[in-house]
């Protein structure tokens, strides 16, 4: 069973750095489309990051441009997802995804906030304030 599971989130102060992990249980990552999404409060979910192996370079949302890095470590199967020069704005729940035969482009899954990825973790709070 296909399984996701999001930690490092937490409070840290604006411009400090926090990693998020996505472990992934019950398939590979290697085929996979997957993404990290987010819902600020009172806000609809969007995408921060989308990547998928067969449809080129990840994409990141402007907001977070040059600040956050996705990657993934085939050996434990897990994504990580780096943030850097945290501000306020970033706070919220984020979550991880992903989503077998994808072939839609990584934008195109995260303007659509991921509707098109079928597994999705719990989420972890992150939290950027004085």
């Known amino acids: 069973q296909a399984q996701l599971v999001e930690s490092g989130g937490g409070l840290v102060q604006p411009g400090g750095s926090l990693r998020l992990s996505c472990t992934v249980s019950?398939?590979?990552?290697?085929?996979?489309?997957m993404g990290w999404f987010r819902r600020a409060p009172g806000k609809a979910r969007e995408g921060v990051v989308c990547?998928?192996?067969?449809?080129?370079?990840?994409y990141y949302m402007n907001a977070v441009k040059g600040r956050f890095t996705f990657s993934v470590d085939t050996a434990t199967n897990t994504a990580y997802l780096q943030m850097n020069s945290l501000k306020p704005e970033d706070t919220g729940v984020y979550y991880c995804?992903?989503?077998?035969?994808?072939?839609?482009?990584?934008?195109?899954?995260?303007?659509?906030?991921?509707?098109?990825?079928?597994?999705w973790g719990r989420g972890t709070l992150v939290t950027v304030s004085t």
């Open positions: 995804a992903a989503g077998r035969n994808i072939s839609s482009t990584n934008n195109f899954v995260c303007n659509s906030a991921g509707n098109v990825l079928e597994f």
């Open positions: 019950g398939f590979t990552l290697d085929n996979y489309a």
């Open positions: 990547a998928n192996r067969q449809t080129g370079s990840p």
